[in-house]
């Protein structure tokens, strides 16, 4: 066992056990044989996994790990405010969604299907649209109806795992409106379980009426200072891509948002291989998302950055388009992060979904794409706290499966697998 008992450390705190775990993923597997790229026969390959297992944590911090018998003896379950019998299933980190734009207004679904009659992305961007017609009910929309819609779609990622979240604007295009999408998280987020990130992302689209020139002055002049001194979000993104912003105006943006203290991140080489990847590699962005276009030699400019590739299997499921090659990524030596890309174009919502098309679809291992929805995801959110893990000083984040492998999570498709979820050693979902 590893950890401290509760004579040692924070003896008035609060306690949280889970024991009998038949699985648990402590996290990324440790030492010299921590290999990403792995032998693909392999369960757990990068992970370290206990069997007969348990966690304790205190206030909200997980404090020891070891077997259930030393757990238990050291933190009897039935003086824990919360104890949980895993009963022999398996226990995972909470997941680490680091790439949605789950704040919106409007609905979509006309568009999807007329994806299945062969409209392009573009061709639905270019009829006025796409980002453009959900700006348009963003903005019209009221700010208790963007709570709403937010909270709604936060209890539904709860439900299914999920812990940390990454939350962009971006669906306001103006001052006031990117302010408020960026009030509107904050807000949510003060009042919900799950840890939101927030991230600020005027550069989503060119709006109706302007130039990409002249609008990247005004991301650049009006709402980065504006959005720095409302002091909520964390991030700056930019949608570098043909037809939107291209690496030059995407640089400026990142610059600009850099200069104001928020870290960059790049949408990047999604349809096209426009550059994004090695000016995030350039810019030392906190990640690079997307990349169904990218190279072995973007791949290698990312690993030698220390820049997260995130990867977003819905989206390609969504829109009929091949996948990122994420053994490329690998290989390169970099961390691979798994994200849901939520928003009215993508309605995924669950990193058990993500998982499954991650395994399926572009070939990782049921071990390497939880990895990547927990530990990896957490790198693309600056997180180095332990979030994403369930290792000692972490956050006690976690989800009790209703099965006895966490492979069930890329295995069970037809519905979810967890039965519990656990946020700073508290039970809060389903």
């Given at each position: 066992?590893?950890?401290?008992?509760?004579?040692?450390?924070?003896?008035?705190?609060?306690?949280?056990?889970?024991?009998?775990?038949?699985?648990?993923?402590?996290?990324?597997?440790?030492?010299?044989?921590?290999?990403?790229a792995i032998d693909r026969e392999s369960d757990?390959?990068?992970?370290?996994?206990?069997?007969?297992?348990?966690?304790?944590?205190?206030?909200?911090?997980?404090?020891?790990?070891?077997?259930?018998?030393?757990?238990?003896?050291?933190?009897?379950?039935?003086?824990?405010?919360?104890?949980?019998?895993?009963?022999?299933?398996?226990?995972?980190?909470?997941?680490?969604?680091?790439?949605?734009?789950?704040?919106?207004?409007?609905?979509?679904?006309?568009?999807?299907?007329?994806?299945?009659?062969?409209?392009?992305?573009?061709?639905?961007?270019?009829?006025?649209?796409?980002?453009?017609?959900?700006?348009?009910?963003?903005?019209?929309?009221?700010?208790?109806?963007?709570?709403?819609?937010?909270?709604?779609?936060?209890?539904?990622?709860?439900?299914?795992?999920?812990?940390?979240?990454?939350?962009?604007?971006?669906?306001?295009?103006?001052?006031?409106?990117?302010?408020?999408?960026?009030?509107?998280?904050?807000?949510?987020?003060?009042?919900?379980?799950?840890?939101?990130?927030?991230?600020?992302?005027?550069?989503?689209?060119?709006?109706?009426?302007?130039?990409?020139?002249?609008?990247?002055?005004?991301?650049?002049?009006?709402?980065?200072p504006a959005v720095a001194d409302q002091e909520?979000?964390?991030f700056c993104d930019v949608f570098c891509e043909?037809?939107?912003?291209?690496?030059?105006?995407?640089?400026?943006?990142?610059?600009?948002?850099?200069?104001?203290?928020?870290?960059?991140?790049?949408?990047?080489?999604?349809?096209?291989?426009?550059?994004?990847?090695?000016?995030?590699?350039?810019?030392?962005?906190?990640?690079?998302?997307?990349?169904?276009?990218?190279?072995?030699?973007?791949?290698?400019?990312?690993?030698?950055?220390?820049?997260?590739?995130?990867?977003?299997?819905?989206?390609?499921?969504?829109?009929?388009?091949?996948?990122?090659?994420?053994?490329?990524?690998?290989?390169?030596?970099?961390?691979?992060?798994?994200?849901?890309?939520?928003?009215?174009?993508?309605?995924?919502?669950?990193?058990?979904?993500?998982?499954?098309?991650?395994?399926?679809?572009?070939?990782?291992?049921?071990?390497?794409?939880?990895?990547?929805?927990?530990?990896?995801?957490?790198?693309?959110?600056?997180?180095?706290?332990?979030?994403?893990?369930?290792?000692?000083?972490?956050?006690?984040?976690?989800?009790?499966?209703?099965?006895?492998?966490?492979?069930?999570?890329?295995?069970?498709?037809?519905?979810?697998?967890?039965?519990?979820?656990?946020?700073?050693?508290?039970?809060?979902?389903?």
């Amino acid at each position: 066992m590893t950890g401290t008992s509760p004579a040692d450390s924070h003896p008035d705190g609060s306690t949280c056990v889970v024991y009998d775990a038949g699985q648990l993923i402590v996290g990324p597997a440790a030492g010299p044989d921590d290999s990403r790229a792995i032998d693909r026969e392999s369960d757990d390959g990068p992970l370290e996994i206990r069997e007969d297992a348990a966690f304790a944590a205190i206030d909200g911090e997980v404090v020891a790990v070891g077997s259930s018998d030393e757990i238990t003896r050291e933190y009897p379950p039935e003086n824990a405010e919360t104890a949980i019998d895993a009963a022999g299933n398996a226990v995972v980190p909470g997941f680490v969604d680091p790439h949605t734009h789950a704040v919106f207004a409007g609905d979509r679904s006309d568009e999807f299907a007329a994806k299945l009659r062969g409209k392009s992305y573009q061709e639905i961007l270019a009829e006025g649209g796409g980002i453009l017609r959900t700006v348009r009910a963003t903005r019209n929309a009221s700010d208790a109806d963007l709570r709403a819609n937010l909270r709604a779609h936060l209890d539904v990622m709860l439900a299914s795992g999920t812990t940390t979240v990454e939350v962009k604007s971006g669906y306001g295009l103006d001052v006031e409106t990117e302010l408020r999408l960026l009030e509107t998280i904050d807000r949510v987020a003060d009042g919900h379980p799950i840890d939101v990130v927030p991230t600020f992302m005027g550069a989503h689209a060119v709006p109706e009426g302007r130039e990409a020139d002249e609008y990247v002055g005004r991301v650049v002049g009006e709402q980065v200072p504006a959005v720095a001194d409302q002091e909520i979000a964390e991030f700056c993104d930019v949608f570098c891509e043909a037809d939107v912003f291209d690496v030059a105006q995407s640089r400026r943006v990142l610059e600009a948002g850099a200069a104001a203290g928020l870290t960059p991140k790049v949408h990047a080489e999604e349809f096209t291989r426009l550059g994004g990847s090695q000016l995030a590699a350039d810019l030392g962005a906190a990640s690079a998302d997307h990349l169904l276009h990218a190279t072995e030699e973007d791949a290698a400019a990312l690993a030698a950055a220390d820049v997260v590739p995130v990867l977003l299997p819905a989206t390609a499921f969504g829109l009929g388009e091949a996948y990122a090659d994420a053994r490329t990524f690998l290989e390169a030596g970099a961390p691979v992060a798994l994200a849901t890309d939520f928003n009215p174009n993508c309605h995924a919502r669950t990193m058990e979904f993500v998982q499954t098309l991650a395994t399926v679809e572009m070939g990782l291992t049921p071990a390497e794409a939880l990895r990547g929805a927990t530990h990896d995801a957490s790198l693309a959110i600056d997180r180095d706290d332990g979030t994403g893990t369930l290792r000692e000083g972490a956050p006690a984040d976690a989800v009790v499966l209703e099965a006895p492998s966490f492979v069930h999570l890329a295995y069970r498709f037809d519905s979810s697998a967890v039965d519990t979820v656990i946020k700073t050693g508290v039970e809060v979902g389903p």
